[in-house]
């Protein structure tokens, strides 16, 4: 069954700083990804997802995450981080069988000092 | 309206009451989805529905019993609760027949059970 791994459940960094979430997949095929971005008492936001089509997938807020099949994974990055990107952030992956079921990591909640 | 809504947002329940979630999809979508979120625990699966044929039941307790009458509505009945069932209930639906599409989440039920 697919996975995904994310390491560091929480991640504090310096306002302007750079971000890096880490997420590992294990798939025997390419899979399909994404990562999601949570506020308080709210849904799951879409931040990006990877299709197969470019590697490096641009997405809202200023984010972005590559795929690295050597590696198996979906690192999401920002250049600057701002106040206001503190939040949980998920990333998961889609099993493109029948069920079209997405399986999420175990998320990694990011705090942004000012 | 457009998107994933879900109602209520809050609810309280005692263990021996009887209540339903509801949630509505404006996008179209084939399938839907209830996901369990749980302080400190990672997004579970709970089940999938694809044109209106229940796909996955990821073991859970019979307690939870989901109805999906057409392809934009879905229910989650609720009975004899325990309080480890207090949770962030999440509604999710996708186009469901091909891979690499996302998931649109609604805000959630904040679900307490006393």
């Known amino acids: 069954a697919q996975s995904v791994t994310q390491l560091g459940s929480h991640v504090s960094v310096s306002e302007g700083a750079l971000v890096l979430l880490r997420c590992n997949y294990s798939s025997s095929v390419p899979p399909y990804l994404f990562w999601y971005v949570q506020y308080p008492n709210q849904g799951l936001q879409l931040l990006l997802k990877y299709t197969s089509a470019a590697t490096l997938v641009k997405g809202i807020n200023g984010f972005e995450a590559e795929f690295k099949k050597s590696e198996t994974s979906f690192h999401l990055t920002k250049p600057s981080a701002h106040m206001s990107d503190a939040a949980e952030y998920f990333c998961a992956v889609s099993e493109t069988s029948g069920t079209y079921k997405y399986i999420f990591g175990t998320g990694t909640r990011l705090k942004v000092l000012a | 309206e457009t998107g994933v809504t879900q109602t209520p947002r809050h609810l309280v329940m005692g263990m021996t009451n009887k209540k339903s979630l509801k949630c509505e999809q404006h996008l179209g979508h084939n399938a839907m989805y209830w996901y369990k979120q749980s302080a400190k625990k990672p997004l579970e699966l709970m089940f999938v529905?694809?044109?209106?044929?229940?796909?996955e039941n990821n073991s859970v307790p019979s307690r939870f019993s989901p109805e999906c009458p057409n392809s934009s509505h879905l229910f989650l009945h609720l009975h004899t609760l325990q309080p480890e069932d207090s949770a962030l209930y999440l509604c999710?639906?996708?186009?469901?027949?091909?891979?690499?599409?996302?998931?649109?989440f609604g805000q959630g039920t904040r679900l307490t059970v006393v």
């Open positions: 999710a639906s996708s186009q469901g027949r091909e891979g690499g599409t996302e998931a649109f």
């Open positions: 529905y694809n044109f209106k044929e229940q796909t």
